[in-house]
């Protein structure tokens, strides 16, 4: 097969994409409603149904990743850990210096504040997923460039698609316009929802609120990140 021709499985998100888009201009239109079946429904679902395997072979073809500059100074590539079909997905920017040893996102003093803040949403990390847009460190904790990301978030995006989860943090600004494809701060998105398309026609919801490691240094922000959870608890059925 051509590096150019779609494979089956992207042949059928396309058509399900597109799919999806019809159904959702009929269901908005006043004349009526689209009724799909039950069987339909499940096949639809059965399509991109979330499964460990696709995310490990998301791992897997990104192998010993030299794709960008990023891997030129990492220890470890910090794919991502969690639940395959989680609800929930928390994105930050990039790996930082503890990331980067052990291999795992937000284990540091950041990654202990987003523990809590998972833990007060009667969650924990084995039933959340948490991923990066860059999946290396990028040198002295900068902000990944551009390039960096446009080659890395391709994963990250299949990553979304293998998971389907209902909703989608992003902590602080690098993810957030990011994934929004927006100029705008964090400041003046935080609090609201946004909706991110997926490359297979799907669309998930997306809550921008503070990176914890700001929170670290602005404990008075803590307030706004509680009322951020708490939209996203009651998006995904959990009491607060
Ligand atoms: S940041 Fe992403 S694209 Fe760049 S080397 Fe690491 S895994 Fe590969």
Known sequence: MSMDQPTSRQAAARVVGLLADYLEFYRTQPFGRVEISERTSGLLDGL?????????????????????????????????EGSATADLVLVGEGPGF???????????????????I???????????????????????????????????LPFLMRQLMAIVPRAVITLGNVPTRTLLRTETGITRLRGHWHRLALPDGRTVDVMPTFHPAFLLRNAAKKKEVWHDVQLVMDRIGLKS
């Open 48 to 80: 991109f149904a979330p499964t460990a395997e696709d995310l490990t072979a998301i791992r897997a073809e990104l192998g010993d990743c030299q794709r960008c500059a990023l891997a030129e100074g990492r220890t470890n590539l910090v794919f991502g």
């Open 98 to 116: 503890e990331e980067d040893v052990q291999g795992r996102p937000f284990v540091g003093r950041a990654g202990e504040l987003l523990t809590k």
């Open 118 to 152: 998972i833990a007060a949403m009667t969650l924990d990390r084995s039933r959340v997923y948490i991923a990066n847009i860059v999946k290396c460190r990028p040198p002295g904790n900068r902000d990944p460039r551009p390039d960096e990301i446009a080659t890395c």
